[in-house]
T-cell receptor, first 115, second 116 residues
């Protein structure tokens, strides 16, 4: 079935440094979503990308969807301590293929920011 | 406005006990998902409801897991004869429309289940 791989698993950065997490799928995705989960919290939706090559920005966050719609990235410029958390990408599909309503999450990238 | 709520927030069960986890989605949300999240992992899909219809239960790990949403709002995830490997956080999420994975999902705070 479809898998979504995320790298790196962990990232420690100094406050003010940039951060990037990458998401790769074994199959072409119709869309991809990004979520953030703060320590002890629940996932919170950040954004959805649908078009090939799409780039979206939210303040210091930049999201990209690859031309082949098989990969995506999230880049944070000048990290702040409020950026701490685990960032997940999620794509549709999964085990059951046709008729599946699954959203398959990557394992996430855990970001630590050193003040 | 009110978000997705789940109860209980924490549950400790002895191995072999049955448990029931409740999810109150955002009012009017058509789609409802259950996920299992192990420590340090991403949420893993369990099952999906569109209103009261369970359209996808391919992620339920065994026949000990059962979910229902009889009136298209509140949902219950039931685990029978709990095992230690069932220990995890169980997350419920809802979204507005029937376009299940094309819409933002709103997650509840989760129920942390510990099976001793």
């Amino acid at each position: 079935g479809q898998q979504v791989m995320q790298i790196p698993q962990y990232q420690h950065v100094q406050e003010g440094e940039d951060f990037t997490t990458y998401c790769n799928s074994s199959t072409t995705l119709s869309n991809i979503q990004w979520y953030k989960q703060r320590p002890g919290g629940h996932p919170v939706f950040l954004i959805q990308l649908v078009k090939s090559g799409e780039v979206k920005k939210q303040k210091r966050l930049t999201f990209q969807f690859g031309e082949a719609k098989k990969n995506s990235s999230l880049h944070i410029t000048a990290t702040q301590t409020t950026d701490v958390g685990t960032y997940f990408c999620a794509g549709p599909g999964g085990y059951s293929g046709a008729g599946s309503y699954q959203l398959t999450f990557g394992k996430g990238t855990k970001l630590s920011v050193i003040p | 406005g009110a978000g997705v709520s789940q109860s209980p927030r924490y549950k400790v069960a002895k191995r072999g006990q049955d448990v029931a986890l409740r999810c109150d989605p955002i009012s009017g949300h058509v789609s409802l998902f259950w996920y299992q999240q192990a420590l340090g992992q991403g949420p893993e899909f369990l099952t999906y409801f569109q209103n009261e219809a369970q359209l996808d239960k391919s992620g339920l790990p065994s026949d000990r897991f059962f979910a229902e949403r009889p009136e298209g709002s509140v949902s219950t995830l039931k685990i029978q004869r709990t095992q230690q490997e069932d220990s995890a956080v169980y997350l419920c999420a809802s979204s507005l429309s029937r376009l299940a994975f094309y819409n933002e999902q709103f997650f509840g705070p989760g129920t942390r289940l510990t099976v001793l």
